[in-house]
């Protein structure tokens, strides 16, 4: 049996990654920052929370990072923890250098004195390619980060790179395009959007407020990607891979995408910060820009090149984005439809997407927890 160690093993990836190296019969460790009380409902929506041995991790602290390389004998290091919000890290650039960039040389260092045998993962970006240089964008696109995450994401690839040629460790870099899920962080733009289209099916009134509607993303679904991630740890020699599907939409477009999941149909009218997004079945506003969602520098354009990991590690996407906006959208409308009408959860088999979990593992995850939160 091998033995995986990830970090931020209750993000959405982590969570993901969890689930499949258990499938495969891994003994999977995992890192959780200290809170004031414990946060595993992404853990616990996949059935897995009691499976996984959790262990105290923080990112930005060296001695845990060595306590934890010390004291648990692993095959395979995912290092997926992050301050992974690209807003955020304008209000929070020294604690995104930390967290993403120099604890990366932490792992790797500590890595090398104590299990220098062990295989490392990082989690790198599309983010890093900014301001693109070259459309698609593939392993050999030069780099031009525009946020401070991009920036302290860079120095964590190319601190892996070298980690690699300097000392032969097993060391990859996954440059992962945007990949989303119904386990995705609500302030993620999709997230926001299926949540919001969801209350809003539900009767609710309130408009949701986006910022840039233009920007474009190669959107794929986690649950794809962290296959992806396991693959490249599979392979005799360590590489840099992009995972992505290959094609690119606007935030508008994954906008249509969702609600017409949900059977609405919308009016567009105005732009910039004028824009908005009318229901015609209902009559309700359903969007508006508000600038404060505007970021400092914008990613304008993302579209990966995955050709290597297609022929090297056999990696394909299986979900296109209008599938994965229906799951989202729907995954959240049947949450809601859980918290306000108790008799649902008696007969879950037509409410709920089956890419998570079977219907008697939710039952049984959803008696356990009382309730799944949206
Ligand atoms: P996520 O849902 O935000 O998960 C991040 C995880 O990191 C959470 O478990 C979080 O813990 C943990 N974490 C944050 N700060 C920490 C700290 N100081 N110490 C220890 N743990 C900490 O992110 P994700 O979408 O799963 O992404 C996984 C990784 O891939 C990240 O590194 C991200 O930057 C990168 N990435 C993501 C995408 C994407 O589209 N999803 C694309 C490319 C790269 P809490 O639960 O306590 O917050
Ligand atoms: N979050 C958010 N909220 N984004 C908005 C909004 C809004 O209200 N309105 C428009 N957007 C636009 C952003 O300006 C950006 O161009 C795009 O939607 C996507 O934003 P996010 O969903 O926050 O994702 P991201 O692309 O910035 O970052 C994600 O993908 C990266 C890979 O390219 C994160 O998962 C990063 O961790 C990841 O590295």
Redesign the pocket.
């Known amino acids: 049996m091998k033995t995986a160690f990830i970090t931020g093993v209750t993000g959405q990836d982590g969570a993901y990654l969890a689930k499949l190296l258990l499938d495969k019969g891994y003994d999977v460790h995992g890192g959780v920052r200290r809170s004031s009380q414990p946060e595993t409902t992404r853990l616990d929506l996949l059935g897995i929370t009691n499976a996984v041995t959790l262990h105290d991790f923080e990112l930005t602290e060296p001695n845990s990072i060595s306590r934890v390389i010390r004291d648990i004998p692993m095959d395979e290091f995912y290092n997926l923890a992050?301050q992974?919000?690209?807003?955020a890290s304008w209000e929070l650039p020294v604690y995104t250098a930390d967290a993403d960039g120099m604890a990366v040389v932490k792992i790797l260092d500590t890595l090398r004195t104590f299990r220098p045998e062990t295989r490392f993962y990082q989690a790198s970006?599309?983010?890093m390619f900014g301001l693109v240089q070259e459309v698609p964008q593939s392993e050999t696109t030069r780099l031009y980060p525009r946020?401070p995450?991009g920036v302290a994401?860079v120095y964590g690839h190319y601190i892996t790179m070298n980690y690699r040629e300097s000392f032969g460790m097993h060391a990859s870099s996954g440059i992962?395009?945007?990949?989303e899920s119904p386990l995705r962080g609500t302030?993620?733009?999709?997230r926001?959007i299926t949540l919001g289209l969801a209350k809003l099916a539900h009767g609710g009134a309130t408009p949701i407020?986006?910022?840039?509607?233009d920007?474009k993303?190669d959107w794929g679904y986690a649950g794809d990607y962290v296959e992806g991630m396991w693959r490249m740890l599979q392979q005799d020699q360590a590489d840099d891979y992009v995972l992505a599907t290959g094609e690119t939409f606007t935030?508008r477009q994954f906008f249509d995408f969702a609600a017409e999941a949900l059977g609405m149909q919308l009016e567009w009218a105005g732009t910039g910060p004028d824009e908005i997004a009318v229901d015609v079945k209902s009559g309700k506003r359903v969007m508006q820009v508000?600038p404060k969602?505007?970021?400092p520098a914008?990613?304008?354009l993302?579209i990966g090149d995955a050709s290597k990991a297609h022929r090297k590690l056999g990696w394909r996407p299986t979900v296109a984005v209008k599938e994965l906006a229906a799951m989202m959208v729907q995954f959240d409308y049947d949450m809601l439809a859980l918290h306000r009408s108790p008799q649902i959860s008696k007969s879950p088999d037509d409410q709920l997407p089956h890419y998570i979990w079977t219907q008697d593992e939710f039952a049984s995850q959803h008696s356990q927890t009382g309730s799944a939160r949206c």
């Open positions: 992050a992974s919000f690209v807003g970006t599309s983010e946020s995450y994401k992962l395009f945007n990949h302030d993620f733009v999709t926001k407020e986006l910022g840039n509607m920007a993303r935030i508000n969602f505007y970021r914008e990613v304008d993302l």
